[in-house]
Nanobody
């Protein structure tokens, strides 16, 4: 079993930055592909970014490319999502997820483990 806990969400003005953290317990994240998803009010949950294993590749949805960066610190068992140049369209609950697969990393059902989410609100 893996437990995931997100932190770092909050309220920020448009153009600002936030860094989300997802800390895992139960197993080391080096064994997992880690992903971030988000769900805006009234919308479906969508893929944001992923970082794969064993070879580290990063994947991003088009709307965040060049603004968001996903990274992992295996020693801290933590994955991060650095979010820059935020816009009100980035407002959502952000979820961390883990899977032992390295395929279809942008698909929700690929992931076995999920955190509870952290709210990100971007004001205009």
């Amino acid at each position: 079993q893996v437990q995931l806990v997100e932190s770092g969400g909050g309220l920020v003005q448009a153009g600002g930055s936030l860094r989300l953290s997802c800390t895992a317990s139960g197993r080391t994240i080096s064994a997992f592909t880690m992903g971030w998803f988000r769900q805006a009010p009234g919308k479906e949950r969508e893929f944001v970014a992923a970082i794969s294993r064993p070879v580290v590749h990063t994947y991003y949805t088009d709307s965040v490319k060049g603004r968001f960066t996903i990274s992992r610190d295996n020693a801290k068992n933590t994955v991060y999502l650095q979010m820059n140049r935020l816009t009100p369209e980035d407002t959502a609950v952000y979820y961390c997820a883990a899977t032992d697969s390295f395929r279809s990393v942008d698909v929700q059902r690929t992931y076995e483990y999920w955190g509870q989410g952290t709210q990100v609100t971007v004001s205009s």
